[in-house]
């Protein structure tokens, strides 16, 4: 069994969704391929659901009309006959229903969630009809009908393994599933979403439970590069990477993968590859349990970082200080990225600031507070890299004229991470990728 993913942009358009038609049926060992939504569908999903939530039946009303227009385009290029172009249209049609009808009813979360869902549904079943339309046998499998989260938000493996065991012995003779990306059922059975870029995790997910030789990303760019190629030019793939350096990338910031998607393929030793679907046979970048070469691999960033320092000169000395502020971050349930400390003071940095407010209140019991809002980790991650020759030297040569806010250096021998106001994230980019790899 092999599980490959295809991104937005990989089914964003009628000729890219017949290119991944045959990708798909190409060889003939079993798979199962998890969609993303179209390209920008979740994004209007999203605007869609904000202006419902304010009311705005209206505007909420012409982002659907857009994206039905956009829909109906796509099925009529897309299907060739009269009988795949009806199908097309009539699972337009029962969505864009479904959408219009919404507009009537009281906005809650869980409506939220059954707006961002349309997308993976609408893609998923228009693949169908169009595999259908050129006879590839295959079946389509619900993935609200497997995929689950408990109630901390986290995918139940165990039961996913059972369900989708079973769905897939009802299909014995079948060599070809499509099942959807990105959504779910929490814990409450209501249908739920395993966050943005959540597609990727869904499809590492999958492998897990499946026992598959391997978990396919194709995506529109040729493996992990060692830069993000929205913002440094002349970045260049990286062929390898160990799990360690790609969790380390993805939760810092590389876009190209959801930072969960790791952990199950190093718990259940499977490799996952990143593919480009505009070049199936280039080689991308496969990640695997073996580590390769040491040094520099890939410079990530992470925004909306917020750093709390926390000054008390009567405190910081005494034993069980620094318990006591962890513990105010674990109360409210909000994970620490970085830390730093001095004789004086602690500093450190969440990404979620949904309960700053309450935290800050509780911290100001052993200190003088302050935050810095809107600040970027910028990380450096490879293999040994904090051995790497010079590698503090480089950096901060590289970082000269940046108002460096935070370093860690030594917590991993993986990583370096430097912490920069957003605004000069592009610059420390820049320059570190021509200090590092120039
Ligand atoms: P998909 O829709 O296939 O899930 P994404 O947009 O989520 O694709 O991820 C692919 C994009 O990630 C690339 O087009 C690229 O712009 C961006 N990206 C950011 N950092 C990196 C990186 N280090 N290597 C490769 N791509 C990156
Ligand atoms: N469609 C979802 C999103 O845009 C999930 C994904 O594409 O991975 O976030
Ligand atoms: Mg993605």
Redesign the pocket.
Known sequence: MKVM?F??TSVGRPERMRDIAGLISREDEPKIIVL??L?G???SLVEISEALSVSDRMGASEKIDALYKHYQAFVSDLFKTEEGLAEGKKIVEDHFEFLNIILKISYSESLNKDI?AQ??LLSTKIMSAYLKEIKVPHVWIPALDFMTIDSYGEPQLGSIKVKLAQILREHKDTNLFITQ??ICRNSRGEVD??????????ASLVAAATGASVCEIWTDIDGMHNGDPRIVEGTTPVRKLSFNEAAELAYFGAKIL?PASIWPAQHYNFPVRLLNTMEPDAPGTIISSEADEEGVKAIAAKDNIVAVKIKSSRMLLAHGFLRKIFEVFEKYTTSIDMVTTSEVAVSLTIDDESRLKLIVKELEAYGQITTDHNQTIICVVGNKVALAPNILIKTFDSLNDIPVRMVSFGGSRDNVSILVPREYKEQALQQLHSGLFG
């Open positions: 993913k991104g937005g993303s939504a390209s569908t979740t994004n961002l997308g993976e990306g990105f979403n395993l966050k943005r870029g959540g597609s990727d995790y869904t959801h």
